[in-house]
């Protein structure tokens, strides 16, 4: 990150400047940038939000976030708040007084509010490029199904323009995500095996040992499969799968990756099961069932957890099934992708004591404890042939000082500098939803299966994958 020139300068306006994620993520992301040397002196920063406080009250409660003191106090300074109510158009006026010259604008508010402030940036003038850029990022989940996401893309396209807008996912700034395209595309063995000759089957796992906590209101209305899979799991799908691009340039990734999205066939529902937890224990902690959850509705249908089966239609991956799985309050924290390759054509040691090889993977651990690594055969050591499954094992704290990142810097640097490649066009977008509409069409009907809080998800979920003879790779 420190070889990259300073970004331009620009007024970051933070709309829900107290709410989680703006505390959480986002300024400690800016002070981590500070940090790496890489925002200008000039960088100023206005929050918004309608609680009735004053400048030095909006960074006192900024304060708990952070940890790294000098540069907290860098960008600490430079904070300003603003008082009002997204609607109000007479905040919009008084924001446009604030401002000169190149502006982000970054929603960090609830969903329902993404339109709204996009127009209201337009009424007021503000999304005007005439004497800088005026950049809109856009968090997720964006719209809440393939016609509302439609609607959401042609009203924020109403009033800016595709090259300033930013949808952001936020797994697309973890490093080992980005490093997926380096690993395939920056390695000939790679690529040689890259294809339904290899490869089996590749399976994606986000699993999440929290449980909703404090988020019932949001969560309960969004579910597992909205939450986490056309968004998060597809974006990871989407690097394993996409075509090299023919540079490494913005729109050319861009384009690669909206072909695969658009190539996932609608997902079969008799190919899909949800789940959602009951009581049960995390690491040692008693955790209520999701139904007793602050904010959760006790007649909910909503999933904790979802897993199923596509199929991605081109000549690279035609017949290889890919399989999803998300959910909370599971056994532990584990987002990892795994290619398992073919067996051998072969079975040269039928006559041993080996009757069968495991397969050859390669695991991708997203987190925690990044890295990679590549499971295969040798001989074990003795006077008849017997075979043991190893590992080569990459992780990244072996080599580099990965520090604390929250995954966000590389977003906000890429906006301030206006490098849209880890960014959604609206075509990704409502692709990832095309694909999952048939179930979130179905899935308002019955309740979703039974899990123990701290296991591995649903039995489902692993019949799901008996059906085919295969199996998850193991949580953690
Ligand atoms: N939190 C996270 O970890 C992640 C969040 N996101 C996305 O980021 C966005 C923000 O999430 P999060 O920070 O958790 O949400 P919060 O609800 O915590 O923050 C939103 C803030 O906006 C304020 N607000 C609500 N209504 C108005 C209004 N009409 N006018 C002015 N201010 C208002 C809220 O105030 P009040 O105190 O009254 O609620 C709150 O401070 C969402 O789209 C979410 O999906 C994405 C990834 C991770
Ligand atoms: O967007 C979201 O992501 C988080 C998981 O992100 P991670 O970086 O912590 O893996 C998830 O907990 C949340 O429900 C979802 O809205």
Redesign the pocket.
Known sequence: MSDAPTAPSATFVIFGALGDLARRLLIPALVNLARADLLKEDLALVGVSHHDIDDEQLRAALDEGVEDDANWQWLRSRIRYLKGDFADPAMYQGLGRQLAGNAIFYLATAPTFFGTVVNQLGDAGLLTETDGFRRVVIE??FGTDLVSAQALNRQILSRASESQIYRID??LG?ETVQNIMVTRFGNTMMEAVWNNRYVDHVQIT?A?A?T?GT?GR??DA?GALR??VP??LFQLLAMIAMEPPISFDADAIRTEKEKVIAAILPIDPAEAIRGRYCSGSVAGKAVPAYLDEPDVDPASRTETFAALKLHVETWRWSGVPFYLRTG?ALAT?D?EIVVQFRDVPLALFQETVVDRLPPNRLVVQI?PDEGISLEFVVKRPGLVVNTAPVAMDFRYRDHFDVGHQT?YETLLYDVQSGDQTLFQRAAQIEGGWRAVQPLLDLWTQGTPEDYAAGSAGPESADALMHRSHRRWHHLG
């Open positions: 997720k989940p936020h797994f973890k986000a999440e929290v909703v988020r949001f969560y969004t939450d986490m968004n998060h909370k924290r987002t987190q995954g």
